[in-house]
């Protein structure tokens, strides 16, 4: 019989519990970076509907924005008081962003208030979870 199985066993166990902890500790990053919107309001139709829940990529975190990505904004008409707008990026340059609705009969948007300043991004939107039927990558 071959003896070397437990010592190699035992170097495994020994290897594994930091790269447990560092896979806990990137975890937790991970969800820290992370937040949850619901959408209310058919600015977004036919992409999001009203009830659909988004995970969203905080902003201090983001990834490269693009023209085309959903993002969310702090409303710009309404400072101060928490509430963020789902919105598509149109056109996006060092001075800020233009951010618009996709169903434009029901959206106010940068038609109405403007650029918005980059720092007033607040996430990217990666995924809806919710309702369950609709769930999946948002594009």
């Known amino acids: 019989m071959n003896n070397q199985a437990g010592p190699v066993a035992a170097r495994i166990r020994r290897l594994s519990r930091p790269t447990i902890r560092l896979g806990l500790l990137g975890a937790i990053g991970a969800a820290a970076a992370l937040s949850r919107v619901a959408v209310d309001g058919n600015s977004m139709l036919p992409t999001l509907e009203p009830g659909d829940r988004l995970v969203v990529l905080r902003?201090?975190?983001?990834?490269?924005?693009?023209?085309?990505?959903l993002v969310t904004v702090r409303d710009p008409r309404e400072e101060g008081t928490g509430r963020v707008l789902v919105k598509r990026i149109a056109d996006l340059d060092p001075s800020g962003a233009e951010v618009i609705g996709d169903n434009?009969?029901?959206?106010?948007?940068?038609?109405?208030f403007g650029r918005v300043p980059l720092r007033?991004?607040?996430?990217?939107?990666?995924y809806r979870y919710a309702p369950a039927q609709r769930a999946g990558r948002v594009r």
Do not use: I, Q
């Open 104 to 112: 434009p009969d029901a959206s106010t948007d940068s038609r109405s």
């Open 120 to 126: 007033s991004v607040t996430g990217k939107v990666l």
């Open 59 to 69: 902003a201090g975190h983001r990834r490269r924005l693009r023209a085309g990505d």
